[in-house]
């Protein structure tokens, strides 16, 4: 009874390289979502996608991060040309959609940037 | 959209009493209220959650109480535990799960 399987749990990029970052939902979920998290402070919203579409990209910086939730595979963030202010812990979490469901974090990936 | 707000930002208590912290929210069409856990290092932890058409909500030694009138809602733990130390996040939902910044809760022994 796998939970929200996230990896890398660490990841090491120098700036200019491009990062990815995988989620697997929990068994039964078909929605995900992604966080990010700064030392010492919440959990801002980035994206919430579900199989094949994106529902809502509101948190997501414009430029450089992409999301997807392919039909076959895990979830992916993928961050291009990464620069020092992207380090970060990275959570996904995962739902069943339905309205008022709770979400469940993955253990995250922890992003620093070189 | 919504805006989550956490007091007090920290808050120490003696092992055995009881802790309270208490998040206000802005939109009157959030309807889903999760508390989580935030050990250290690890994972956002769902520990309660309360929705719009209950009041209050216990489960052992934690309970949320719920003032929709208010907009506001709380977390109390009982009986507080060294082990009960972390980060508490409060949340609310209408279209989109929006966060507190967090309490960092301390247990003395």
């Known amino acids: 009874n796998a939970g929200v399987m996230q990896n890398p749990r660490h990841l090491v990029r120098r700036r200019g390289q491009e990062a990815r970052l995988r989620c697997s939902p929990m068994?039964?979920?078909?929605?995900v979502y992604w966080y990010r998290q700064l030392p010492e402070e919440g959990l801002k919203f980035m994206v919430y996608?579900?199989?094949?579409?994106?529902?809502?990209e509101s948190g997501m910086p414009k430029e450089r991060f992409s999301a997807e939730f392919p039909k076959e595979g895990p979830s992916i963030l993928r961050i291009q040309q990464v620069v020092r202010g992207d380090s970060a812990a990275y959570f996904c979490a995962s739902s069943t959609g339905q309205l008022n469901q709770p979400q469940h974090f993955g253990d995250g990936t922890r992003l620093s940037i070189l | 959209g919504e805006n989550v707000e956490q007091h007090p930002s920290t808050l120490s208590v003696q092992e055995g009493d009881s802790a309270v912290i208490k998040c206000t929210y802005s939109d009157s069409a959030s309807n889903y209220f999760p508390w989580y856990k935030q050990e250290l290092g690890k994972r956002p932890q769902l520990i309660i959650d309360i929705r719009s058409n209950v009041g209050e909500k216990k489960d052992q030694r934690i309970a949320v109480t719920l003032n929709k009138t208010a907009k506001h809602f709380s977390l109390h733990i009982t009986e507080t535990q060294p082990e009960d130390s972390a980060v508490y996040f409060c949340a609310a939902t209408s279209s989109k799960l929006t966060f507190g910044k967090g309490i960092t809760l301390s247990v003395r022994p």
């Open positions: 996608l579900q199989k094949e579409n994106i529902i809502d």
């Open positions: 068994k039964g979920h078909s929605h």
